[in-house]
């Protein structure tokens, strides 16, 4: 029937669906009645679709390039100086954590060695030196499921961040 062949089809995009999403999920498919009688049950995805105009890396995290840089990239391990700030809930909300701007200081640090948030190294490494980014930071690739001081466990964060300098 019509309605059958809805159902099956539902059915299969849902599961090409789940099978091909980065997010983990569970689906249940019952057979009752001598038919295909379905229940289609999914757990909530761990992330949100990216934003507009950001652009989503394999990891989740999301970015938007606020200005191009005109220098080097940094190897892993080099020394590099960085502004940020910091927000839970978004952008400029009212809930901003740290800010070494606001401290009239960059924060420095070797790239890629693990000294910082697993996104922080991700997308500095990709940055080139005067590129300012957007960062959405899912908790995977940010605190996970530690408090650290203001930031509650399971936190999205929110970063503007500047790439300074390699090597200072």
Do not use: N
């Not at 599961?15 to 983990?24: F, H, K, Q, V």
């Not at 038919?35 to 999914?42: C, F, P, Q, V, Y």
């Not at 960085?82 to 839970?88: E, M, N």
């Not at 957007?134 to 605190?143: C, D, E, I, R, S």
């Amino acid at each position: 029937s019509a309605a059958g062949f809805a159902l099956l089809s539902f059915c299969i995009g849902a599961l090409a669906y789940c099978s091909t999403a980065r997010a983990p999920r569970r689906v249940v498919l019952q057979a009752a009645g001598g038919g295909l009688a379905g229940s289609l049950w999914s757990t909530p995805p761990a992330r949100a679709d990216a934003r507009e105009g950001f652009k989503e890396t394999a990891s989740g995290l999301q970015y938007k390039v606020m200005r191009e840089g005109t220098g080097a990239k940094p190897t892993r391990g080099a020394r590099i100086a960085a502004h940020y700030t910091g927000w839970l809930d978004d952008f400029e909300s009212e809930r901003q954590f740290d800010s070494s701007r606001d401290r009239r200081r960059p924060f420095e640090f070797a790239v890629g060695k693990g000294d910082v948030i697993k996104a922080w190294d991700e997308a500095l490494l990709d940055m080139k030196v005067g590129e300012k980014r957007l960062l959405v930071v899912p908790p995977k690739v940010g605190y996970g499921d530690r408090t650290v001081g203001p930031i509650p466990a399971g936190s999205t964060l929110y970063f503007d961040v500047e790439l300074l300098s390699i090597g200072r």
